[in-house]
């Protein structure tokens, strides 16, 4: 007996709408800056250079946070994606994620130079907003393959990468604007 090809899931052949393919690149608008300010321009230099006791203690403590990030993610992640690709829902699991992408970057707030009691909820707090960030794409990627023909796949990548970089480098510029102009205080 020849097996026969299934016949193709009537949403796989049937065209996105277009505000679905631009929601989808704006994931990538919307996620970028946090990996350009937090992750590497703007955060992460802060916290080595003021937070922590010295840069040097301070860099190997992101990498370490790094470090735990990606191995939760390097884990987590093929399941995530089979749960991605096998269920039908993706968007709740890319809130759900993007609450812990807000939770954990809202902790970042509370660090403070010269007080090394908050260097512990800063490093749990980048870990959980990392996780966040990138399993939250996780679960953005797997839409790709309902939303473009499988020859457009690539065009579809590169264009939410583009955007993605665009909103980055948009985010780093006002973030470096603000930084730069925000007055000093009179010294007295």
Do not use: C, H
Not at 73 to 90: F, N, Q, Y
């Amino acid at each position: 007996m020849i097996p026969t090809a299934s016949p193709p899931d009537e949403a796989a052949t049937r065209p996105a709408k277009r505000s679905a393919v631009v929601g989808w690149v704006l994931f990538d608008w919307a996620a970028q800056p946090y990996f350009t300010i937090i992750n590497t321009f703007v955060y992460a230099p802060f916290f080595a250079s003021a937070i922590a006791s010295n840069p040097v203690e301070g860099q190997a403590m992101w990498g370490f946070a790094t470090s735990a990030a990606g191995v939760a993610i390097a884990i987590l992640s093929p399941l995530l994606g089979a749960i991605a690709d096998a269920s039908g829902r993706r968007k709740p699991w890319i809130a759900a994620f993007g609450l812990v992408l807000i939770l954990g970057s809202a902790m970042l707030w509370f660090g403070r130079p010269g007080v090394p009691e908050t260097i512990a909820i800063v490093l749990i707090g980048f870990v959980l907003a990392t996780i966040g960030a990138e399993f939250a794409t996780v679960f953005n990627n797997s839409m790709m393959p309902s939303l473009v023909s499988p020859d457009r796949i690539g065009r579809l990548s590169g264009l939410g990468w583009a955007i993605g970089y665009v909103g980055g480098m948009t985010s780093l510029i006002l973030m470096l604007g603000f930084l730069v102009g925000s007055p000093r205080r009179a010294r007295r």
